[in-house]
């Protein structure tokens, strides 16, 4: 039985269905085992990102257990999924969908939302700080603004609401430009890198605020 707990490579939740996640966390939740259930958590949330578990059944099971970080994530996920298809005037009122009208209004606040953070986002680009041997610090701060724009100008086919795939795609851009890395100091262009993937935890760990969640 713990070898299913285990949030590791070879764990069984690797390969495990909707249904085992659903089981697993209804056994932590009975012998009272708040790090299992999170670690449990944590593996289905993964899951769900890859693509590789519909997040439907982790949203009705996360919003009965009020489990914020797996039901924003599954939220997260499915928005991706449905795409302008939440914008449609029936969408709310679906008589078709299984999930509730609530569950379908979280989802086009987040809809709107992250689609707005991105607007936002593409012109600001995560602030750095000031490497030590760097001594033209605005120099660095102007040209990263400027290919952090230019990057996020490029052609893309992530949709605009799927802000983590999108600054994903960014940052590699961003790792290959030849004027990045001649115009910033070393350790400012190191630390401009990082700052995209700090803003992506950022953002991963606050999708509860983009979806309208308590």
Same mark, same amino acid.
């Given at each position: 039985?713990?070898s ?16 085992i996640?659903?089981? *697993?966390?209804?056994? *932590?939740?009975? =012998?009272?085992? &708040? ?7 944590? #593996? ?10 519909? &997040? ?18 599954? =939220?997260?996920?499915?928005?991706? /999924? ?5 914008? /449609?005037?029936?969408?709310?009122s ?6 509730? !009208? ?16 991105? #607007?936002?986002?593409?012109i600001? &680009?995560?602030?750095? /700080?000031?490497?030590?041997?760097? #001594?033209?610090?605005?120099? $660095?701060?102007?040209?990263w #603004?400027? !290919? ?11 949709? /605009?609401?799927?802000?983590?795939? !999108?600054?994903?795609?960014? %940052? ?8 990045? %890395?001649? $115009?910033?100091?070393?350790?400012? !262009?190191a ?24």
């Amino acid at each position: 039985m713990s070898s299913l707990f285990i949030p590791a490579a070879n764990s069984p939740l690797r390969t495990a269905s909707n249904d085992i996640f659903f089981r *697993a966390l209804r056994l *932590a939740s009975l =012998y009272r085992l &708040p790090e299992v259930s999170s670690a449990v958590q944590v #593996k289905w949330i993964t899951r769900i990102l890859w693509h590789e578990l519909s &997040p439907v059944p982790a949203i009705i099971l996360a919003d009965r257990c009020d489990f914020r970080s797996l039901l924003s994530h599954a =939220y997260y996920t499915h928005m991706v /999924e449905l795409g302008v298809r939440l914008t /449609e005037s029936n969408f709310i009122s679906d008589p078709s969908s299984i999930l509730t !009208r609530k569950h379908r209004t979280h989802l086009l606040a987040g809809y709107h939302s992250l689609s707005a953070y991105w #607007k936002h986002l593409r012109i600001s &680009p995560p602030p750095f /700080e000031q490497a030590p041997q760097c #001594k033209l610090h605005r120099q $660095c701060c102007a040209a990263w #603004k400027m !290919r952090w724009s230019v990057a996020c100008s490029r052609p893309c086919s992530i949709p /605009e609401m799927d802000v983590l795939r !999108r600054l994903r795609f960014v %940052e590699d851009l961003l790792k290959e430009d030849m004027l990045v %890395e001649v $115009c910033l100091a070393s350790g400012c !262009r190191a630390l401009a890198l990082d700052s995209i993937s700090k803003k992506r935890t950022d953002i991963s760990n606050n999708l509860h605020h983009h979806f309208d969640l308590a």
